[in-house]
Nanobody, 123 residues
Framework: QVQLVESGGGSVQAGDSLRLSCAAS????????VGWFRQAPGKEREFVAA????????YYADSVKGRFTISRDNAKNTVYLQMNSLKPEDTAVYYC????????????????WGQGTRVTVSS
């Protein structure tokens, strides 16, 4: 059973930066991936970024490409989401999710979820 705990959310002004962290415990394999998703009020949960536990490939939604960077520290079992040039439309609850299969862009493909961390960006 993989447990995920997000941290790093907060309230910022447009143009500011935040770094979210996702600490994973109970992970026993180098396979699989971690994804970041977000859900704004009244909207569906949407893919933001993902990374495998092994290898260097990263994946991003078009809406965050060039502004957000996903990275990992395998020694700490932690995945980060560096968010720069934040916009009001980035306001949402951000969730990290994990699976043992690989990178997918849809929420149902992930088996484990954190509790979420709220990001609010004001103009």
């Amino acid at each position: 059973q993989v447990q995920l705990v997000e941290s790093g959310g907060g309230s910022v002004q447009a143009g500011d930066s935040l770094r979210l962290s996702c600490a994973a415990s109970g992970r026993s394999s180098s396979n699989g991936a971690v994804g970041w998703f977000r859900q704004a009020p009244g909207k569906e949960r949407e893919f933001v970024a993902a990374i495998r536990w092994s290898g260097g490939n990263t994946y991003y939604a078009d809406s965050v490409k060039g502004r957000f960077t996903i990275s990992r520290d395998n020694a700490k079992n932690t995945v980060y989401l560096q968010m720069n040039s934040l916009k009001p439309e980035d306001t949402a609850v951000y969730y990290c999710a994990a699976n043992r299969g690989g990178v997918y862009y849809t929420a149902p493909a992930y088996d484990y979820w954190g509790q979420g961390t709220r990001v609010t960006v004001s103009s």
